[in-house]
């Protein structure tokens, strides 16, 4: 069977994490993705500073993987003529131009939406910024850590201050929310026959990610507010997290029903508990006399190890979990049979695991198909066999600098 | 013009937020989704809101205002033969079929993939899962805040312990990542004639959405460090504290550009060329745990309306903390309509999360608020579900309706 998005070339003109990782979702679902780069230092990513951390047994930047799976790269010196002959001689034969670099950038080089549509008026031009393509800030430098400060999410932290997300939760964010906007657009192309812009942009990214906290501000005059979780724990003991004697964490994710603190009673043991008085309704246990009750489960909880809550919490059906680090997740059987982590075949170190696809297609699924390029790997491939030149061309491009 | 989804039908079995927002997703794009709920109980989401004593609450759930929004309502019960049966002959006419029941429960409905596509080749039938659709675990329960936890991005917390993200993150990430899933069968099905199955899960979810970590820890073979404040990071990619116990952050990434800028909105000239920070290494890396305490301290020295006003002026990347009751007024989210102006038809004018991603031509909207409970069961079921009169009757004598 062929893959969803297979016949779509998609141009990416994107650095970092955002934008490349909305065109890895693209290149895993069956599109065909030239990550376009700068000819001598390509996507700053792919050195990644002090992301990068290439000092492993393969000498891959995890970051530049990651991000450019699937992908083929050209890379280019866009400055010169020749060069911006060849940009548009492969739009003309694209679907998606994607990019993620400042619109100010873009039209420097004759890339605005404006100039790419004149070039080819059915292509959907896909634009990730960082506070959006409206409004006051609209130039202001925005990075993940910026996109997670300003988007609310890390408002919430503990005693010790706000707890910014490691692993670039808002360039994920802004990664999904593109990928999700070239397909809407994709989509509407092939229903309706429209081509067009679709914008998105690390803040939307994180007004998706916060949706329910937007709305019950706009409703209720409050979210919750910042920092409020402190000391590691949440307002309602049957949603929160506790310690084991060892000092090892879990949660409990469940409301506070009667089953649910049956359940719970039979699981703690504490004698008396089930009937006392200031905890006989749901609403007393999850509101009024919440923290009393959190902190007799939290007691309770800290008296024994966690080999003795284990089978206790799995005989119910309260939801909770244990913490995980990566190691632990990356060793779980459950997650590699569902692909979660994927094996991919690197050309050079033999059988690597890679993040998987998040979402599974049955008949059309996504697919791990290569790692990321080198720098220009496909720069012969794509000038000859997409954007028709000759050999000698290619050769005099070379020698005129314009491609390596 | 249209709307991208325009024309298709999404049948809705789901409660709570994981699928809800999915099928939300897709309605604010133009679909018509059917939200199928329990005649007598509805969506638990439905109860949803802040009870404070001796204060008139809210009148609308902001949970399923927003988890809902765009979509009809049709109020059924399922639990018996007549009322899977309408439920298949809705299915049957649908584009989409979207649930976040667990497969087990979906297979003992009869509403499995098998048997739904029998009766519609074409049809996209997309689970919302916790687990995954298979291995040793798929049938254990998840949610948000367990996905959190077991799906590894709270093992890199505050030293105080993990801190669960409020507002249902793993369930909004998951939620887009299905809605893409979806689109992208809607796609394979315009371009190669194909129905199929979309899976997507928390767990999975998780993993994908902090996949640098993943993917960090499979080549480098350590976990993350985090973003505690104590960790080994650029001074110019961390976090600082005002005056006012307020709190900022600096995101640099032309560190070598910008320091010179940096010293003196600072007032720290005199760092520039110490020999300890006269390299990006030494600033970053080798003495990064002296430059720290040095800018913490600096930036302790003024409140953060000052803050904002200094670095105002540099073309520098920072950032203030903001809360939701900033952001939701903050003039940047209005002008991108990320949240917008709506005339409730129960309550009046009110103020919505708007749609971020911004469609130039076929735009998604808010057209509808969420259903009432079974708000338009008849107009659904006579019209996609071809009930005429006395068929809707016999459901309704028979208890199926209300």
């Not at chain 1, 970051?63 to 866009?78: G, H, M, T, V």
């Not at chain 1, 080198?374 to 020698?399: A, F, N, P, R």
């Not at chain 2, 927003?66 to 033969?81: Q, W």
Request: overall charge negative; proline content about 6%; some cysteine.
């Amino acid at each position: 069977m062929t893959m969803a998005l297979e016949g779509i070339r998609v141009v990416d003109m994107t650095v970092w994490h955002h934008g490349p990782g909305g065109g890895s979702f693209l290149a895993d679902m069956g599109a065909e993705v030239i990550k376009v780069e700068e000819r001598l230092s390509g996507d700053p990513g792919r050195h990644g500073g002090s992301l990068g951390g290439v000092e492993n047994e393969y000498g891959l930047s995890y970051y530049f993987e990651n991000n450019n799976r699937d992908k083929k790269s050209l890379a280019i010196n866009l400055k010169t003529e020749k060069g911006h002959e060849v940009i548009t001689r492969l739009l003309k034969k694209s679907d998606i131009f994607l990019s993620n670099m400042r619109k100010s950038g873009l039209g420097r080089l004759g890339l605005s939406y404006d100039d790419v549509k004149k070039i080819n008026p059915d292509i959907i031009y896909a634009h990730g910024s960082g506070q959006g393509d409206q409004g006051p800030l609209l130039n202001r430098q925005s990075n993940d850590i910026i996109g997670q400060f300003w988007g609310g999410y890390v408002s919430y932290g503990s005693a010790e201050g706000p707890m910014s997300i490691w692993s670039d939760f808002a360039d994920r964010g802004g990664a999904v929310m593109l990928a999700y906007g070239a397909a809407l657009a994709l989509l509407a192309r092939e229903r309706h026959g429209i081509s067009q812009e679709v914008n998105t942009s690390l803040l939307g990214g994180q007004v998706h990610l916060g949706a329910i906290n937007f709305q019950q501000q706009l409703f209720e005059g409050k979210a919750v507010s910042p920092l409020s979780n402190g000391d590691g724990h949440l307002p309602n003991p049957f949603y929160n997290v506790y310690q084991d004697k060892d000092g090892a964490w879990f949660c409990i994710g469940a409301e506070g029903t009667d089953d649910e603190w049956g359940a719970l009673c039979n699981v703690l043991g504490t004698p008396g508990l089930e009937s006392d008085p200031r905890f006989d309704s749901q609403a007393k246990r999850t509101n009024g006399s919440g923290p009393a009750l959190y902190e007799i489960i939290r007691n309770r909880f800290a008296e024994e190890t966690i080999d003795h809550w284990k089978p206790a919490l799995d005989s119910t059906s309260l939801p909770w979990g244990p913490l995980r680090n990566y190691n632990e997740v990356l060793s779980d059987p459950h997650v590699l049979e569902n692909e979660f982590v994927a094996d991919l075949e690197h050309p050079n170190h033999g059988t690597l695991k890679y993040v998987g696809l998040p979402v599974k297609l049955s008949k059309t699924p996504g697919k791990l198909r290569m790692p990321a390029p080198d720098l220009g790997q496909h720069t012969e491939e794509i000038l000859t066999e997409i954007c028709d030149y000759s050999w000698d061309d290619v050769i005099e491009m070379k020698i005129a600098e314009v491609v390596n | 013009m249209p709307m991208v989804l325009e024309g298709i039908t999404v049948i809705e079995l789901s409660t709570g937020q994981q699928g809800p927002v999915a099928g939300a997703l897709l309605a604010d794009m133009g679909a018509d989704v059917i939200k199928i709920e329990d005649k007598d109980h509805g969506d638990p989401g439905r109860n949803v809101r802040t009870e404070t004593p001796g204060r008139e609450p809210f009148p609308l759930s902001y949970y399923f205002e927003n988890n809902n929004r765009n979509k009809r309502g049709v109020a059924l019960d399922y639990s018996g033969d007549e009322g899977i049966e309408v439920l298949r002959k809705l299915v049957t006419e649908a584009d989409v079929f979207l649930s976040n029941f667990p497969i087990a429960d979906l297979a003992d409905m009869g509403l499995d993939y098998p048997r739904l596509s029998a009766a519609n080749e074409k049809l996209i039938y997309a689970v919302a899962t916790g687990m995954g659709p298979t291995g040793p675990d798929r049938d254990k329960p998840l949610n948000d805040i367990t996905a959190q936890l077991y799906g590894g991005i709270q093992s890199h917390g505050n030293s105080d312990g993990p801190v669960p993200f409020w507002g249902g993150m793993a369930n909004q990430e998951d939620a887009i990542l299905l809605a893409f899933g979806i689109v992208n069968a809607l796609i394979a099905r315009e371009r190669h004639g194909v129905g199929q199955e979309v899976y997507s899960a928390l767990l999975g979810s998780q993993i994908n959405w902090a996949a640098l970590n993943v993917q960090s820890n499979i080549f480098n073979k350590r976990e993350p460090w985090g973003m505690k404040r104590e960790a080994p990071l650029s001074p110019f990619w961390n976090y600082y504290q005002t005056k006012d116990d307020r709190w900022l952050c600096l995101g640099f990434l032309q560190e070598n550009r910008d320091w010179h800028t940096l010293c003196q909105v600072l007032e720290r000239e005199d760092l520039e060329f110490d020999p300890r920070f006269d390299s990006n290494p030494k600033r970053t890396k080798i003495n990064n745990q002296v430059l720290i305490p040095i800018m913490r301290e600096c930036f302790l020295q003024k409140t953060l309306d000052e803050w904002m006003e200094i670095l105002g002026r540099h073309d520098l990347g920072w950032s203030i903390l903001n809360d939701y009751e900033m952001l939701t007024e903050d003039p940047q989210v209005v002008a991108n309509e990320y949240v917008v102006d709506f005339d409730h038809p129960k309550v009046g004018p009110v103020q919505m999360v708007g749609i971020p991603v911004r469609l130039k031509k076929t735009p998604g909207a808010l057209r509808t608020p969420a259903p009432e409970l079974g708000e338009h069961t008849d107009e659904v079921l006579s019209s996609i579900g071809g009930f005429d009169a006395d068929g809707l009757r016999q459901l309704r004598n028979q208890g199926v309706i209300n």
